[in-house]
């Protein structure tokens, strides 16, 4: 079990409505939210940190989704006590997917509302679900790449979310997390669809050059789907474009209308 008291950059807080929990995009860790604002309406925006980078620097990445997926829902397990939402981009997605599973699983106070965008099904074999990179073309990974074509898309990265050059005593560091982020994603499939009871969006982004829109489709296997498509590549993401807060916002109160109207019913 990882260390439970890092696994957010600080405490929720206790006066907020409900909560809006963001898994990270690969090779990147909680800060990769840093240009979001603190809230999307009632949601307090709480980045979940993985072990291996920023804070939690000295932790090894992990290298299996259900182990991050159960050590994440004991973490996080005290902080599920109001109405709440996974959001996951790309890596995050199937992290938030899993995650969401396994909460339910333990019979925890489950996601008002999961949103998954940029990433394929994780049922599909992953040579089907990620294209070769292209020279020239950004935000495709592959466990082939040299650790300088990994270098070049951390600079990528951190040039998109409005960063330095990063320090080159600090490359091997990043490139270590990038890479095991990668050959988790790629080494992660279930064998079949695992729908969850929350209700689900999924968002597709014009111009990723990787996840068409259309092939967030198939996450109606995995639940009660809504998609969305928005105008952006597969960096737009981490720069909390307006487009997105005010999907989050409005996703978040149709799924929180739905579920008071199931509970009124129920109560009845």
Same mark, same amino acid.
């Given at each position: ?108 106070? /489950?996601?008002? #509302? ?5 990433? =394929?099904? %994780?049922? !599909?074999?992953? $040579?089907?679900?990620? &294209? ?64 969850? /009871?929350?209700? #689900? ?5 014009? =111009?990723? %050059?990787? !996840?068409?829109? $259309?092939?967030?489709? &198939? ?50």
């Amino acid at each position: 079990m990882q260390s439970t008291g890092r696994w957010l950059l600080k405490p929720p807080s206790p006066e907020a409505e409900a909560r809006l929990f963001c898994l990270p995009y690969s090779g990147t860790g909680a800060s990769s939210y840093r240009r979001w604002p603190t809230r999307i309406g009632p949601l307090e925006v709480c980045p979940v940190q993985l072990p291996g980078r920023e804070n939690r620097i000295r932790h090894p990445p992990y290298r299996s989704v259900p182990d991050f997926a159960a050590d994440a829902a004991e973490a996080l397990a005290p902080h599920l006590d109001r109405p709440y939402v996974l959001f996951g981009h790309c890596m995050g997605a199937l992290l938030a997917h899993a995650l969401a599973a396994r909460i339910e699983d333990l019979g925890l106070n /489950r996601a008002t #509302l999961l949103v998954v965008s940029s990433a =394929a099904v %994780p049922h !599909v074999p992953a $040579e089907q679900r990620y &294209r070769a990179p292209e020279a020239g073309v950004g935000g495709i990974y592959h466990p082939s790449m040299t650790d300088e074509q990994f270098a070049d898309e951390l600079h990528h990265v951190s040039a998109a979310l409005g960063g330095e050059e990063i320090l080159p005593e600090l490359l091997p560091l990043a490139l270590r997390v990038l890479r095991a982020d990668v050959e988790l994603c790629y080494g992660y499939r279930l064998p079949a669809p695992r729908p969850v /009871r929350s209700p #689900l969006t999924a968002i597709g982004w014009t =111009a990723d %050059p990787e !996840v068409a829109p $259309e092939a967030m489709l &198939r996450w109606s296997a995995y639940g009660n789907a809504r998609h969305r498509v928005l105008e952006g590549d597969k960096l737009s993401c981490l720069a909390a474009p307006t487009a997105l807060t005010r999907l989050l916002e409005e996703e978040y109160a149709c799924a929180a209308s739905a579920t008071d109207k199931t509970t009124t019913r129920g109560a009845r």
